[in-house]
């Protein structure tokens, strides 16, 4: 079983290190994934635990799969 903190932990890197990678704001990412700019803030930030579809639109977004993102 996945430790809750651990997860969102390595989510939140995930996410930052794929938008950094591809030279986008948060602000534009967030507008991609159909959220605003404050959730993202807050998911990169592991201070919300994001749906799972949540998670799928910004995957979808930085153009990487679900599995480049989450720990499995």
């Known amino acids: 079983m996945l430790d809750k903190e651990k997860t969102l932990k390595i989510l939140a890197e ?3 290190v794929e938008r950094a990678r ?8 967030a507008e991609q994934a159909d959220i605003t700019p404050q959730h993202l803030y807050r998911i990169e930030n592991e201070r919300v635990c994001p749906t799972i579809l949540v998670v799928a639109n910004i995957a979808k977004a930085l153009g990487v799969t679900l599995d480049k993102l989450l720990p499995l």
């Open 14 to 16: 995930n996410i930052r």
């Open 22 to 29: 591809k030279k986008i704001s948060q602000e534009y990412l």
